[in-house]
């Protein structure tokens, strides 16, 4: 067993046994390899240094109540990743070497994820990237997939703790028809800025209206957005510059079988200031709920600093209670790793 105080993990990078690598050359993806060095050799030329040709995922693995060791609907960000390679002319990892790399790569860590009852998970993060030389803008011809993995806690701190919000409008995350809707580092890139400025004056997580008009609103720095409205509704943005959040479409279903009416539409800024609950949806946030959100001199204010919706705590225990094995997993969310 690791020495890992687990009661402490936030989260952040440490390191572990392996991560797990194959290269795409000549049409094909190489066996894997598992790799223990975290530092990585390429070309000085490679396309994602200087043209940004990469892409990652986020998911996580769980320790259950029972013992098993489940990723959380593993094919959803597989499917994620396939779209986004197509999106940025990659070659696709296949559904299939997506999962087993997954697997193989937690069966290579499996003392790194937290035992159950810590609130820990195991992080994953498969990451593709053109690593051929490309000098004229053009894809590579060489590519690299990876996953890594790392044990974590709360994305926050605090972990289901409400935090505080900004809009910066002087800055936009993704423009409409460009790439928001899939998950590149560029979007993250694009986020940094506005980022630092925000947490500097002391807001944990910028929320982005619309690049277009500044009438919507679109997503978190990080994640998705959730309002639930005073008769009870899940509304979340339907717009093509949001990520497609796992968690956001998980948490739908959880909602529909709580009996919520959930609804996937544009959400008018000034919505923003009748809503019940707000809060960030992702896998590494999970359910953040938000309780207040700055914007120029208005301050809107949804709930009291400390206090957490029954509604977010119950769709928070539902889908925790999943990935836990606590409850029933009717969807067959959970894919089970054998050890
Ligand atoms: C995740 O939620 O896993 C993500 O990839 C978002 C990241 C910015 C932490």
């Not at 994953?124 to 030389?133: A, F, K, M, V, Y």
């Not at 928001?180 to 982005?208: I, M, T």
């Not at 005073?230 to 717009?239: A, I, L, N």
């Not at 999970?286 to 009291?304: L, Y």
Request: proline share 7%; with cysteine.
């Amino acid at each position: 067993m690791p020495n890992i105080d687990w009661s402490k993990l936030g989260f952040g990078f440490s390191d572990v046994n392996c991560h797990i690598r194959y290269t795409w050359k000549d049409g094909a993806w190489s066996a894997p390899e598992f790799v223990k060095d975290p530092y990585i050799t390429m070309h000085i030329g490679a396309s994602c240094l200087h043209y940004g040709q990469e892409c990652f995922e986020g998911m996580k693995a769980f320790r259950q109540q029972d013992g098993k060791i489940v990723i959380f609907r593993p094919e959803e960000n597989a499917k994620r990743m396939y779209r986004t390679a197509v999106r940025c002319v990659m070659p696709p990892v296949p559904e299939e070497m997506f999962i087993d790399a997954a697997e193989q790569v937690i069966r290579a860590n499996a003392e790194y994820v937290p035992p159950y009852g810590t609130g820990g998970s195991l992080y994953l993060r498969p990451l593709l990237i053109g690593t051929g030389p490309q000098i004229g803008v053009a894809p590579a011809k060489e590519y690299t997939f990876m996953i890594m993995v790392m044990p974590v806690g709360a994305y926050y701190k605090g972990g289901l703790k409400p935090v505080r919000a900004v809009i910066l409008d002087d800055w936009d995350r993704a423009a409409p028809h460009g790439m928001g809707d899939v998950k590149v580092g560029g979007n993250y890139a694009a986020s940094l800025f506005a980022h630092e400025k925000a947490k500097r004056d002391g807001w944990p997580v910028e929320l982005y209206l619309d690049a277009k008009s500044h009438k919507f609103v679109e997503e978190f720095s990080t994640s998705n957005f959730l309002g639930i409205t005073k008769d009870g509704k899940y509304v979340t943005p339907d717009s093509c510059s949001v990520l497609p959040s796992v968690t956001n479409l998980s948490l739908r279903e959880v909602a529909a079988d709580l009996g919520m009416p959930v609804e996937r539409r544009q959400i008018p800024y000034e919505e923003i200031r009748e809503f019940a609950a707000v809060a960030a949806l992702g896998t590494a946030v999970v359910i953040t709920p938000v309780w207040e959100i700055t914007r120029g001199c208005e301050v809107v204010k949804i709930s009291d600093e400390t206090e957490v919706h029954p509604t977010l705590l119950k769709l928070y225990q539902t889908v925790q209670g999943i990935q836990y094995g606590e409850l029933p997993d009717t969807h067959g969310w959970c894919h089970e790793v054998k050890v």
